[in-house]
């Protein structure tokens, strides 16, 4: 490793050599009472993460010196610096009229999965990798594709037969190998023998209970929190609401904010709010102790992104660490939602990216988040990575066969034509 000097447990702070192998099973002391993942420990504490730019790469890498290697060895398509836009209609909708909106989808593979791709494949082209691996088809998937082809590494994604859509079509075109397995269940062991076998450079999860995804790509999404205060020049928000799964994000942002609350940029933590589907969190917050047990799924989630049963000590910690709170988001309104932030705002996110939006609505209704709070939401990726759930209930367009049947047809909704006349 280059700055990083090796490893520490996020939980017991034990400290592990640069040359530990990442086995996906997290801290070995910590392993049997309550997995957690280690994280990347520094020379001196990440550097000049005080939301000043210190290189002014046009990346997220302009943050260089707050994560394991140098620019110089980055591979980069580009990714970071995504915009935070004021979103005053759907703030208004939702009851916080302060409400932001950072915009992952705008990244290189549209999600904000890249933050995490750049760093993890920088890592392994450092430490002399030739092969990284998956078992997501999702987007950590297409972004892990994207960044291995840029390096000119090989990359292994193994997903399950059903696996279609737009995001298998992405890895397909960087080229990726795909590994189909018939039964989900088969596709840790895959991975975890392809590691053992090869010294494949795995970054996804591959054992249970999974602790979060490899620890230099956690480093990534620090660069959220720190893009997050420089474009609200230097304020700090109340909120901040992401979709979790595994937490790697959440964990990421969450030490994010705290390099910038050591080194003084700002003066408090915003409280981190998980937007999860099955509850894991929910429980385990209610609980004393660090152990996320399983929360099994009463019903099939169309944030499919996000669907685990089970997060992880990451993710629990960030939300105490910040006084934050998690929110199980159902299917209810979740289609709606994404609608109205599209035509509202100009947004268009995927389903599980939405999820933020549903539990800012439950938490304002609880009166937990104040009508004068200034909320972020992170939107995670571009609604054009899941269009078979979205648009399933899109009713069909039938074209027309005239100029006359057009008008005729725009003229028999009769507030549209309204608006379309320029009167409303
Ligand atoms: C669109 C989207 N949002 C959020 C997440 C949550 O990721 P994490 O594991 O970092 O919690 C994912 C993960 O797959 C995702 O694809
Ligand atoms: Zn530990």
Not at 75 to 85: A, N
Not at 151 to 157: E, K, P, R, S, T
Not at 354 to 371: D, E, M, N, S
Request: proline residues 5%.
């Amino acid at each position: 490793m280059a700055k990083a000097t090796g490893y520490s447990c996020i939980r017991c702070e034990a400290t592990f050599p640069p040359d530990l192998i990442i086995d996906s099973r997290g801290c070995p002391h910590c392993r049997t009472d309550a997995p957690a993942n280690l994280k990347i420990a520094y020379r001196q504490a990440a550097a000049s993460a005080d939301g000043q730019a210190a290189q002014p790469a046009p990346s997220l890498w302009r943050y260089a010196d707050a994560l394991p290697c140098a620019t110089g060895d980055a591979v980069s398509l580009g990714e970071g610096l995504t915009p935070l836009l004021a979103a005053e209609t759907m703030g208004a909708f939702l009851g916080v009229p302060q409400l932001l909106i950072k915009d992952e989808g705008t990244n290189p593979t549209w999600s904000h999965k890249d933050r995490f791709s750049t760093v993890a494949v920088s890592m392994a082209r450092l430490q002399g990798a030739r092969v990284v691996a998956t078992a997501s088809s999702g987007n950590a998937g297409a972004s892990l594709s994207a960044y291995a082809a840029r390096a000119g590494l090989q990359c292994v994604v193994v997903t399950f037969a059903a696996t279609a859509g737009p995001m298998l079509a992405q890895i397909r075109k960087y080229g990726a190998t795909v590994v189909p397995m018939a039964d989900k269940s088969h596709r840790w062991p895959f991975l975890a023998s392809g590691v053992e076998r090869f010294g494949w450079f795995a970054t996804s999860p591959f054992h249970a209970p999974v602790v979060g995804s490899h620890p230099a790509g956690i480093e990534g999404y620090k660069t959220l929190a720190y893009e997050l205060v420089e474009q609200m020049h230097g304020a700090v928000p109340d909120w901040c609401v992401l979709p979790v799964c595994y937490g790697d994000a959440l964990a990421g942002v969450c030490e994010g904010f705290k390099d910038l609350l050591n080194r003084g940029t700002i003066g408090r933590l915003p409280r981190l709010v998980a937007a999860e589907v099955h509850g894991s969190l929910t429980h385990a917050l209610a609980r004393q102790g660090d152990v996320v047990d399983d929360a099994p799924a009463a019903f099939d989630s169309l944030a499919i992104s996000i669907g685990t049963t089970r997060s992880t000590f990451q993710a629990l910690k960030a939300l105490r660490d910040t006084a934050g709170t998690a929110v199980a988001v159902g299917n209810a309104g979740l289609v709606e939602l994404q609608q109205r932030l599209a035509a509202c705002e100009g947004i268009f996110a995927e389903l599980a990216s939405v999820t933020p939006l549903a539990a800012i609505q439950t938490l304002r209704r609880k009166g937990i988040i104040a009508a004068s709070d200034r909320v972020v939401s992170i939107v995670t990726a571009s609604g054009l990575k899941d269009l078979d759930r979205s648009t399933a209930f899109q009713p069909g367009l039938q074209a027309f066969q005239s100029v006359g049947d057009a008008w005729e047809h725009l003229r028999k909704d009769g507030q549209k034509w309204r608006a379309l006349e320029g009167a409303a």
